[in-house]
């Protein structure tokens, strides 16, 4: 049995070679993960060692350093799992009752889909062709160009599509979800109809400035992994990114309780995560 003191020395390496991981990263690639929380990225970090095979955080610094395509796998993993399509029902049927009938009166909408995430993105998409057939601009932003080129092909197991069925009509979808999608040897691919209008760029909230203003912005995994100044910092663009009276989408967990955003935000729907910004 190996002794406490070996274990924690164990620990604080570990701590250590992620520390050194993400200055790596920002210092040679310029993507700056140095204020995510500690625990979240050295969880990615072991995953990442593991994906690639490799023996230690160490090792993964180096091939991080030297090959983009590895960095490239390691942001696309950082932008997490996402969400499934029309998960959870209760949010997008919000969005459908409460949301979409304030964004008739303007003639045109722009929204943003912060993260890229292919089925979060793929359930935006079909909700405002069904219910929103108007001058909409979406816009979806990855952490780096892999990311967002995943969510610009628009595929999904066909697996998720099926098994996704029910939830979309607790949504208020109507009909059948596959309708929306080409599917092909187990893959299906939103269509090309749908995806044509989004615009889809890389978006670094950690060192980009706001790049518009938006009616809505769906940013529900965006605050997971982030810890300090950088939380804070991500907090203010989508502020500075939201119009008066726009709505944000947030995790419920990720309250604004305790910031200095806290009394610009009435909540829509509690439950969902869903605010409404009413002061500047």
Not at 122 to 133: H, Q, T
Not at 252 to 268: C, F, H, I, M, N
Request: glycine share 8%.
């Amino acid at each position: 049995m190996r002794a406490k003191a070996d274990v924690q020395d164990d620990a604080s390496l570990a701590a250590l070679e992620t520390e050194l991981l993400a200055q790596g990263i920002y210092r040679r690639w310029g993507f700056d993960l140095r204020d995510y929380e500690p625990a979240w990225l050295g969880k990615l970090a072991a995953s990442r060692v593991a994906a690639e095979g490799l023996r230690s955080r160490s090792e993964l610094l180096e091939r991080v350093l030297r090959d983009r395509a590895v960095l490239q796998r390691f942001l696309a993993a950082a932008g997490g799992a996402g969400h499934g399509l029309f998960e959870p029902p209760a949010f997008w049927r919000t969005l459908r009752r409460k949301v979409l009938p304030y964004l008739r009166t303007y003639p045109s909408v722009r929204v943003w889909q912060m993260g890229a995430d292919p089925a979060e993105l793929s359930s935006l998409c079909i909700l405002l062709k069904e219910d929103f057939p108007r001058n909409v601009r979406t816009y979806a932003t990855g952490l780096c160009d892999e990311v967002v080129e995943r969510a610009r092909a628009g595929a999904l197991p066909s697996a998720s599509v099926t098994g996704a069925g029910a939830g979309y009509r607790r949504s208020g979808g109507r009909g059948r979800l596959a309708r929306w999608f080409n599917t092909r040897n187990g893959t299906s691919v939103l269509s090309e109809d749908l995806r044509r209008p989004v615009v889809f760029a890389a978006h670094h909230a950690a060192t980009d400035a706001p790049f518009q203003r938006f009616h809505v912005i769906l940013a529900r995994g965006a605050l997971a992994p982030l810890a300090g100044a950088l939380r804070e910092r991500t907090l203010r663009l989508l502020h500075e990114s939201l119009l008066p009276l726009g709505f944000l989408a947030l995790r419920p967990r990720d309250s604004l309780r305790g910031t200095p955003l806290e009394g610009l935000y009435a909540s829509v729907d509690r439950a969902t995560g869903l605010l409404q910004k009413v002061k500047t």
